[in-house]
Structures are given as structure tokens and as C-alpha cells.
């Protein structure tokens, strides 16, 4: 424990030396479209995250309640967001990522799965039941790994396409159906309820944030990353490609989707910040996201499925990189409340 507490206090040191930490100093001084430029100049290893550095509109409310009173996702007359991406929503093949980790998700959204030897862990259910029949379990069956038992299902956070799929995976394989505490709390408030969405997960195996869940040897590392929902579930778990080693994050909720809500964005200010300092204490190498188009998933699969003999792995970027991302998360979101500030100061 005493080594643990070390780490995390070198690392936090680390990041003043490294500038991370610039915006509690800069502070004032810094305008919200200063926030989202410095935002943006993270965003050349993952342009898929640079969506949330726009300041241009305030972020829109996509749970907004309809004329009946019910929570429905709101639809104006832009386009549709299954047209604005286009050929991100093409399938994706179930593919092998490294020795212990595979891509078993759609287009538009993942879900994976981790080898932990005598079972497998489940992340995210996809949209509906018909979708992880589809992707997951025939993914699975594709992969050779349809002898092996699903011990357990994470859900990141409560939005409807990433538990949809839960009742077949349960029924399937009797899974514990894992997520936050406070997410689980959400869910049975209604809070994310929508005409899309099904009948949604139950209280089962709650955890909480900096919970170690142990499964067959493989440590996974839980921590809750409000901001995108109140219980976001970020995992951060251990990676192998032949000989090397390397830790992952899965970062576990990207979008502003939830309207001008500056408290919640500042929580996801500070979810961002946070995770920079674990990056920097546990040496996280891969950065994962459960929408494909938001970590180039789907290029990097591409890359991996053609790499040639002793190239480097096109998941594994390096700390420094996975580093960019937050602070992306971080400045950028921070540009978001405080854009939000300045406006109804006018």
C-alpha cells in the first residue's frame, strides 16, 4: 500500500514537470477557446476525441424529456447520427488483439473480450440482443473461444447500446453482470430510460471505484470516471503480445450528450486529470474506447491484421501518447463548462 501511495505521488510530480498539471496554474488566464485549442493539439493520435474540443454550440441534451413526459433521444432536424458517420457504423470482424484480448464488437460500438485462461470477461453488451448474438457470441465462436465459459459481463456505464445486449449474453452464459455502484443506482432511477433501449440490467456484482477485481489470475482495475454518465466504469487490466507486456485502459465513456450540465462536465474534467496520474504510475501503455471511431479502432485493426513480422503493434502507442489522450479529455471538456460560463455571463 505504502508502494502504491509512492507511485502515485511521483507520478503526480511527474506530470507538474511534464506541464500536464499547467491548467490548475494557467487557471484564469486561459480563455475556454485557449482550453480547446490545447485540447486539440493532443488530438493528432486520436482525432476521433477531437469532436468534444467544439465550443462552437452548447452541448445538446440527447435525453431530453418528450410532450408525453418520457425520456426519448432527442432528435432535431440535423442529420441522424447513424448518416453524420457513415462508414464508421460498417461491420467489423471479430478479430484477436493481443495473446489475452479480442474485438468481438460492430461498427459503431465494441465490445471485448478478455481471455483470462479459464474464462472470459465481457465488456459491454452491445445495442440489442440481436447485435451480440450477431457479434459476440458468433464472434466468439469465430475466434475458437466458444468452449470457454462467460464468467462475468462489465457494463461501463447505463446508456442502452452497451448493456442492450445483456439478457442474451445472460441467458447464454450466466455471467455476474458488473457496474457501479452509482451506475447501478442511476439505472434503477430511470435516469437514461429511452424508447430504444430494452429492459435494463438488475443489481448484481457492484463495485466501486479502485475495486481490483481478480478473475483467474487476471487483475482487473475499476475505476469509476463520472462525466459521460455519473458511474462511468473506466478498466485499466494487463495485455500481452508474445513476450511483452503492457497494461491497457479502457476508457469507458467519451460523449457530452447530456446538454450545458457544468457540474457533470467538471466532473469529467477531473475523470480526465485523474487518469493521467494512473497513466503515469502504472505505465499504461494502450489506450481502448468502446466506439470505435473515437480511438481509431478500426484503422489499427486494419494495421495489426497486416503487420509484418517484428513491426511494432499498432495498438500499443506508448505512455506519452496515452498521456495526449486525457489531456485532450481534460482541456477540452474544461473548454466545454467554461465556454458554458463565459455564455451566460453575456
Known amino acids: 500500500m505504502v508502494r502504491v501511495k509512492l507511485d502515485v505521488l511521483k507520478a503526480t510530480f511527474a506530470l507538474l514537470l511534464l506541464g500536464v498539471t499547467a491548467n490548475a496554474v494557467a487557471g484564469a488566464a486561459l480563455s475556454a477557446e485557449d482550453y480547446a485549442q490545447k485540447g486539440l493539439a493532443s488530438a493528432e493520435h486520436f482525432p476521433g476525441l477531437a469532436s468534444l474540443c467544439d465550443i462552437s454550440e452548447l452541448p445538446r441534451d440527447m ?4 410532450g408525453e413526459g418520457k425520456k426519448r433521444l432527442h432528435r432535431d432536424g440535423k442529420k441522424s447520427r447513424s448518416n453524420r458517420e ?17 474485438y468481438v464488437g460492430a461498427g459503431n460500438v465494441a465490445s471485448w473480450a478478455i481471455d483470462t485462461g479459464e474464462s472470459i470477461v465481457l465488456v459491454d453488451a452491445l445495442n440489442s440482443d440481436e447485435q451480440a448474438e450477431k457479434y459476440i457470441v458468433n464472434g466468439l465462436a469465430a475466434l475458437g473461444l466458444s468452449n470457454k465459459p462467460v464468467s462475468h459481463l462489465i457494463i461501463s456505464h447505463g446508456h442502452g447500446d452497451h448493456y442492450g445486449g445483456f439478457e ?14 452509482v451506475e447501478f443506482n442511476v439505472l434503477e432511477k430511470d435516469r437514461f430510460a429511452s424508447f430504444r433501449w430494452g429492459n435494463k440490467p438488475q443489481r448484481d456484482m457492484v ?15 475499476m475505476y469509476v470516471t463520472p462525466g459521460h454518465t455519473p458511474g462511468t466504469l473506466t478498466l485499466v487490466f494487463p495485455v500481452t503480445d508474445g513476450d511483452e507486456q503492457h497494461r491497457a485502459v479502457l476508457w469507458g465513456g467519451t460523449g457530452l450528450n447530456y446538454g450545458p450540465d457544468v457540474p457533470r462536465i467538471k466532473a469529467y474534467t477531473n475523470s480526465a486529470s485523474q487518469m493521467q496520474t494512473r497513466v503515469l504510475a502504472q505505465n499504461i501503455d494502450v489506450f481502448l474506447s468502446n466506439h470505435p471511431g473515437r480511438a481509431g479502432t478500426r484503422q489499427k485493426l486494419d494495421n495489426l491484421s497486416n503487420r509484418s513480422e517484428g513491426a511494432p503493434h499498432p495498438f500499443v502507442q506508448g505512455k506519452d501518447v496515452v498521456l495526449k489522450a486525457f489531456s485532450l479529455l481534460e482541456n477540452c471538456t474544461r473548454a466545454q463548462w467554461m465556454h458554458i460560463e463565459e455564455t451566460r455571463s453575456q
Open 63 to 66: 435525453f431530453r424529456l418528450d
Open 86 to 102: 457513415g462508414k464508421n457504423r460498417r461491420h467489423i470482424a471479430p478479430q484477436q488483439v493481443f495473446d489475452n484480448l479480442y
Open 168 to 181: 442474451l449474453i445472460k441467458s447464454r452464459y450466466s455471467p455476474r453482470i458488473v457496474m457501479s455502484e
Open 207 to 221: 463495485v466501486n471505484d479502485g475495486d481490483v477485481l481478480t478473475i483467474n489470475g487476471t487483475q482487473l482495475s
